[in-house]
């Protein structure tokens, strides 16, 4: 009954009533037969610190096409799941910097303060479109020519007009997860779901 998109973070502990897997076929298969099919394989190893994270829907039609508040919320989910993840990544993986950008409906790309800080410190940078990426590369300063960052709150949020690098017909809105690629020193934003 919530409006289409809501988020729901639910902590594991209150979702203790699980259901059997007694006749359960794969076509019935839900996140919450995938907690009791986990606490049946790995018993005693169960862990305790589970979170589950549900969108409301706004379409069960059969084949409907995902919405786009759905969607949005699908990439906020995945921007907390990120941030939930230790920092030194699973099993002695590279570290790899994270971050949420936010593409607008007029072609904005808005990013925070901190981001800008941390890795655009001349509030100038190239933007190209690689592999279904938005890459962002920063420059040395305005002089060299490029996209402006410009500064759009008090908390010193900055933004710029991207909509000119998107391919034609595309303009992939709301939040998006990007992460700092320390090899090429761009941050790549991804544009697809």
Request: charged fraction near 20%; proline fraction near 7%.
């Amino acid at each position: 009954g919530a409006a289409p998109g809501t988020i729901y973070r639910i902590p594991g502990e209150e979702l203790e009533d699980l259901p059997a897997l007694d006749g359960l076929h794969t076509h019935q298969f839900r996140w919450d037969h995938a907690l009791s099919f986990g606490r049946w394989l790995l018993g005693d190893e169960y862990p305790t610190d589970i979170t589950v994270f549900l969108i409301e829907a706004e379409s069960v039609e059969p084949g409907a096409p995902l919405t786009s508040r759905v969607e949005r919320s699908m990439h906020e989910v995945e921007t907390l799941v990120r941030d939930l993840l230790p920092a030194d990544g699973a099993q002695g993986a590279e570290a790899v910097e994270t971050w949420s950008v936010e593409i607008t409906a007029d072609g904005s790309l808005r990013i925070a303060a901190d981001l800008a800080t941390a890795h655009f410190a001349s509030d100038a940078l190239v933007a190209d479109i690689r592999d279904g990426e938005l890459w962002l590369l920063p420059l040395v300063g305005p002089h060299a020519g490029g996209l402006l960052l410009k500064q759009r709150n008090a908390a010193g949020d900055r933004a710029t007009l991207i909509w000119e690098v998107l391919p034609p017909g595309m303009t992939p809105t709301g939040p998006r997860s990007a992460f700092w690629d320390e090899q090429n020193g761009a941050l790549r934003v991804g544009l697809t779901a």
